[in-house]
């Protein structure tokens, strides 16, 4: 037993500063977060105006058995802390040939759905497809996910046939074009590429595992918003002892004889560590918190995309949307074409349209709904200017939600139905959370090699210093960053003799 308790410092109350903050104090240390904002969540936050309530970041929560695993970790369970509701469908997705479908969780029912809506050879497709993103998870769930980063190495240690099967040298598009006839169902898997900011034209095959992560294992809502999933964190890490400093930005991760040791606030006062997590975003962090290490390697990996939030208050209920809504463009490719290639705002984008008041009614005025809509973005750069093209582009997406639920026969006027509408651009994003270039998961996937040039949960220099989030190991969203917090601090535990 090791009486010394070690006092650790973790800068951003993000799900991963909170994820690694828990794992640390479980495991006995004294850990003070410190954080900018006046609340936890970091991206994952709400927003309250004139009786309706949004949920301003994610909104589909994945593998709850990692949530699970770092409750357990704590001693306690999650299910004390977080309803955790299954969504039944997952999400309705809507064409723009007025093909309508809702996915399920539950391959017997999903199978019927697509044979009565592709006929039988799409629906035997399905079947080999999830056979197919099992045998991915299986394989890479090991070295790419619950462990730490992996090596060249990792790789090589993979038995020959492994190797091929986690299917690294065909796209996620290439591998899902091969299982389905109908271009419904080819455009519903690709999106998947989305979740962590890809393109499926060039991720490669091996990010079909997600598709098996949602499709297979399910999708939850927590009771409440999805912001009560980061309340619940700060409770845990309250419980145990952890110190969690609102309104405290941190200016400076002090660095001596390159050893990190600990943290210098905006006030000037220090807060002095045997270690540091950093939850910012790696290359933010890189810029602004670590001035005099200047290591630009990150840099020259590609940001994942952004995000145009619009949310609005709608009078009006709305029986045939559920919790979870996918309005498809026509034009796939170009979508994504527009946000890697041209890196402007899409021009006949997939519009994502969550409404919590869907679970919880009370998210809204009686008579109206919360409605979330996420359009996929490109990390900010000189080819789209957000101020002066933002207020254009906001007018063109109301107008295109419109037609594309007049498509599905859904009648809705955005000038009679909108009470109130908020916006987060990618610039907000960045300027809210410290993300480099407003990136909402860090960096794409969209080489084979991401996995590898990510930066891991330890500094390869600075000794001491940790990371957790999005930007490191083993990538973006929710569950990812969750584990990378959990990373962290098994590796910072090891390190300081937890
Ligand atoms: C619109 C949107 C939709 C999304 N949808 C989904 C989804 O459906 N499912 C999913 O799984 N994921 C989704 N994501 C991604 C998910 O939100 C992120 O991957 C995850 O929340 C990132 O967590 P993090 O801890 O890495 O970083 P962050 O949440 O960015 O936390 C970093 C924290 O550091 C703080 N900070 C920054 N600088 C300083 C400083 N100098 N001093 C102190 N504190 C500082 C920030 O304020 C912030 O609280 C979405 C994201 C967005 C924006």
Request: charged share 20%.
């Amino acid at each position: 037993m090791n009486h010394h308790r070690p006092r650790i410092v973790v800068v951003g109350a993000g799900i991963g500063g909170l994820s690694a903050a828990i794992s640390l104090a479980a495991r006995g240390a004294r850990v003070t977060v410190a954080e900018r904002l006046d609340r936890p969540g970091g991206k994952m936050g709400e927003v309250r105006a004139e009786g309706f309530r949004w949920d301003t970041g994610p909104s589909v929560i994945t593998m709850q058995h990692v949530y699970e695993k770092l409750f357990s970790l704590a001693g306690r369970a999650l299910d004390d802390y977080l309803e955790l509701t299954p969504l039944h469908p997952i999400t309705r997705y809507f064409w723009p040939d007025g093909v309508m479908i809702d996915a399920l969780a539950d391959e017997a029912a999903m199978y019927e759905v697509i044979r009565d809506t592709f006929g039988p050879e799409d629906a035997n497709g399905y079947r080999r497809f999830m056979r197919y993103a099992r045998r991915l998870h299986d394989i890479v769930g090991g070295p790419f996910l619950y462990r730490h980063k992996p090596s060249w190495r990792d790789l090589l240690s993979l038995p020959l046939a492994d190797v091929l099967r986690i299917d690294a040298l065909r796209t996620m598009h290439q591998a899902i074009a091969s299982y389905f006839k109908s271009p419904h169902l080819v455009q519903l898997f690709d999106r998947f590429a989305t979740y962590n900011g890809s393109s499926p034209y060039r991720a490669p095959a091996t990010l079909n595992v997600i598709a098996y992560v949602e499709m297979a294992q399910g999708a939850w809502y927590p009771r409440g918003g999805v912001f009560e999933f980061a309340r619940a964190w700060e409770r845990l890490a309250n419980e145990l002892g952890v110190e969690i400093r609102y309104g405290e930005p941190v200016q400076e991760i002090c660095v001596r004889s390159g050893v990190a040791e600990g943290v210098r606030l905006a006030g000037g006062a220090v807060l002095p560590a045997d270690a540091v997590v950093c939850n910012v975003d790696y290359v933010w962090a890189q810029r602004t918190l670590l001035p005099a290490h200047g290591r630009k390697r990150a840099e020259v990996l590609e940001p994942s995309c952004s995000g145009f939030v619009m949310l609005l208050g709608i009078r009006g209920e709305f029986p045939h949307l559920a919790h979870h809504n996918i309005f498809f463009t026509q034009n796939y490719p170009r979508e994504f074409e527009d946000i890697f290639d041209r890196r402007i705002a899409p021009s006949d984008p997939t519009l994502y349209l969550c409404i919590t008041s869907k679970s919880d009614p009370d998210h809204a005025p009686a008579g109206c709904e919360n409605w979330f809509i996420l359009v996929n973005a490109p990390a900010l750069s000189e080819a789209f200017d957000w101020s002066s093209q933002g207020e254009h582009y906001a007018q063109h997406i109301r107008a295109l939600l419109a037609a594309r639920l007049a498509r599905a026969g859904i009648a809705f006027s955005p000038s009679d139905a909108v009470l109130l509408e908020r916006r987060l651009t990618p610039l907000d994003l960045q300027a809210t959370y410290g993300g480099h270039r407003g990136a909402i998961y860090g960096f794409s996937s969209n080489t084979r090699t991401t996995a590898f040039m990510r930066p891991g949960n330890r500094d390869g220099q600075i000794r001491r210093l940790y990371y957790a989030s999005g930007s490191v190991h083993p990538g973006g969203g929710v569950p990812l960053v969750t584990l990378s917090g959990m990373a962290a601090a098994e590796q910072a535990a090891r390190d300081l003799g937890l």
